[in-house]
Nanobody, 124 residues
């Protein structure tokens, strides 16, 4: 089993920044990638960004390119730096861990382990 714990969410104004953290523990050697997804009320969970555990591969959704940066400490922590936040970024942000070896998947079904999420609210 792999346990994931997110932190860093909060209430901010449009244009502000936040940094989310996700710490993985347990059998982390069974996973290859860590990803951030988000889920807004009434919507499906959607991919935001993902990275290999080494940080050598990174992928972003087009909606956050140029504003969000994912990084890893090459161990068991992944960060999501979110700049120029918009009201439409409001969602619960989840960290997921995937054993997928063919690159960074944007499909939530390929992530077997999930944290409990951290709420990000961006006011206009």
């Amino acid at each position: 089993q792999v346990q994931l714990a997110e932190s860093g969410g909060g209430l901010v104004q449009a244009g502000d920044s936040l940094r989310l953290s996700c710490v993985a523990s347990g059998r982390t050697f069974t996973t290859n990638n860590l990803g951030w997804f988000r889920q807004a009320p009434g919507k499906e969970r959607e991919f935001v960004a993902g990275t290999s555990r080494s940080g050598g591969k990174i992928r972003y959704d087009d909606s956050v390119k140029g504003r969000f940066t994912i990084s890893s400490d090459n161990k068991n922590t992944v960060y999501l730096q979110m700049n120029s936040l918009k009201p439409e970024d409001t969602a619960v942000y989840y960290c997921g861990a995937s054993p997928y070896i063919m690159g960074i998947s944007n499909q939530s079904s390929r992530y077997y382990y999930w944290g409990s999420g951290t709420l990000v609210t961006v006011s206009s």
